[in-house]
């Protein structure tokens, strides 16, 4: 899958209804948290944008993800997409996501072509109300992580998504003795799962009914690679 092939995917996705809901519960920890499709929320929660950039890279389309490091809170340690809080002063989400991807691993937001927006998804533990916003740069990025908040930055493979090894099941702790049953996409020894798991199966569901035909068949043709976890 080129570059261009990608985005004439999306852009061809955005024009329809988005699955939302019933692509997210694919990827979702179980028990399932129904708070994360309320629309009656408790107190306003807070807005943050993260940017699906898709870039390309020796004939293959790539998007990156970001560890962050371990600090006392919610999301230390975990995998997900470069973003943050919208700021008072950012005119709108969009800003916020690429602002936040410029700063924590150094893109040049000024060549990202924004092609839209995925379903926004709550997080209830942090009160996030997260818009994942899409884009496309025509060459690969050189990469700057900001220390303070990436641990490391984890270039991914759009079609490795599609190969069932990346998928997998485990029971993750999550405080006071309670586990939860979490789907993962295991990607280059890292778990990925939680909101930015249940994004990305939004995702691979958006591209994949006119596109899982040419995907497999792309898929089978190149040379196969190990993606899951060792």
Same mark, same amino acid.
């Given at each position: 899958m080129t570059i261009d092939q990608?985005? +004439?995917l999306l852009q061809q996705a955005f024009t329809k209804e988005l699955p939302g809901?019933?692509?997210? $519960?694919?990827?979702?920890?179980q028990p399932l948290d129904l708070r994360r499709f309320t629309t009656a929320f408790s107190e306003p929660p807070k807005k943050s944008g993260v940017l699906l950039l898709f870039y390309?890279?020796?004939g293959a389309v790539y998007f990156p993800l970001i560890k962050r490091p371990q600090y006392p809170g919610v999301?230390?340690?975990q995998v997900g997409f470069p973003g943050g809080k919208m700021e008072p002063s950012d005119p709108n989400i969009l800003f916020t996501a690429l602002r936040e991807a410029k700063e924590e691993i150094g893109i040049d937001a000024g060549k990202? +072509?924004?092609l839209g927006c995925l379903s926004d998804l709550y997080i209830p533990t942090s009160n996030f109300? $997260?818009?994942?916003v899409v884009g496309l740069i025509q060459e690969k990025p050189s990469f700057v992580p900001e220390q303070r908040e990436v641990a490391r930055i984890i270039t991914t493979e759009v079609i490795s998504l599609f190969h069932p090894?990346?998928?997998?099941?485990t029971q993750l702790a999550v405080g006071g003795g309670m586990y939860l049953d979490t789907p993962y996409f295991a990607v280059e020894e890292e778990v990925v799962w939680g909101a930015t798991a249940m994004i990305l199966s939004e995702l691979i569901q958006v591209l994949d009914q006119k596109s899982t035909i040419m995907v497999k068949r792309l898929w089978f043709l190149l040379p196969q690679r190990s993606y899951a976890a060792q």
């Open positions: 990608l985005k +004439e809901k019933d692509a997210h $519960v694919k990827m979702a920890p390309p890279d020796e999301h230390s340690g990202v +072509e924004v109300l $997260v818009t994942p090894e990346v998928r997998k099941q």
